[in-house]
T-cell receptor, first 112, second 115 residues
Framework: QKEVEQDPGPLSVPEGAIVSLNCTYSNSAFQYFMWYRQYSRKGPELLMYTYSSGNKEDGRFTAQVDKSSKYISLFIRDSQPSDSATYLCAMNPLDTGNQFYFGTGTSLTVIP | GAVVSQHPSRVICKSGTSVKIECRSLDFQATTMFWYRQFPKQSLMLMATSNEGSKATYEQGVEKDKFLINHASLTLSTLTVTSAHPEDSSFYIC???????????FGQGTRLTVV
């Protein structure tokens, strides 16, 4: 079983839709949770990070963490064509510190 | 967010030559830098983790003599692909983590093509 599971998609939605991206994990030691956006042929860009259960909002993006279910989500409201990218979730344990564990990424296309 | 600069963004080299890729943290001190390889439409594959002033820790299956990593300072790490072969053609990405040990920031990536 992989440490982090993420549906690779592809996911295609119309402009203005609400997008829900999800990851599940198996290691209860994970404490930091991050979402990255990666455009084609570019390095990943950090979108949001959180280290507690609950919601964190930043503009059109909301990150949600449910540690009891080992489940994290990224919601994108009023999706735009410029949101078309691959979204990667990443996690990191608090104690060992170093290694990040990534999901495989979900490819999202927002259709104008 | 913090800025990580990776150079070059694209390089084409002949088979058998060596290529050096630089990764710099521009506005923070990176105690740890990570080097990843990414194949088309796949996730990041961790190659090695480097801590400033010490030897890099390589993941299983990654040849340390082929992928030389040097983390000489808190703002610079280099990856040298030695005796490159066409199968080494890939997208290489570095990331750096600051002293607070929370999130990591990525470079822009380097597209290596070995001909």
């Amino acid at each position: 079983q992989k440490e982090v599971e993420q549906d690779p998609g592809p996911l295609s939605v119309p402009e203005g839709a609400i997008v829900s991206l999800n990851c599940t994990y198996s290691n209860s030691a994970f404490q930091y949770f991050m979402w990255y956006r990666q455009y084609s042929r570019k390095g990943p860009e950090l979108l949001m990070y959180t280290y507690s259960s609950g919601n964190k909002e930043d503009g059109r993006f909301t990150a949600q963490v449910d540690k009891s279910s080992k489940y994290i989500s990224l919601f994108i409201r009023d999706s735009q064509p410029s949101d078309s990218a691959t979204y990667l979730c990443a996690m990191n344990p608090l104690d060992t510190g170093n290694q990040f564990y990534f999901g495989t990424g979900t490819s999202l296309t927002v259709i104008p | 967010g913090a800025v990580v600069s990776q150079h070059p963004s694209r390089v084409i080299c002949k088979s058998g030559t060596s290529v050096k890729i630089e990764c710099r943290s521009l506005d923070f001190q990176a105690t740890t830098m990570f080097w990843y390889r990414q194949f088309p439409k796949q996730s990041l594959m961790l190659m090695a983790t480097s801590n400033e002033g010490s030897k890099a820790t390589y993941e299983q299956g990654v040849e340390k003599d082929k992928f030389l990593i040097n983390h000489a300072s808190l703002t610079l790490s280099t990856l040298t692909v030695t005796s490159a072969h066409p199968e080494d053609s890939s997208f290489y990405i570095c990331s750096a983590r600051d002293l607070s040990n929370t999130e990591a920031f990525f470079g822009q990536g380097t597209r290596l093509t070995v001909v």
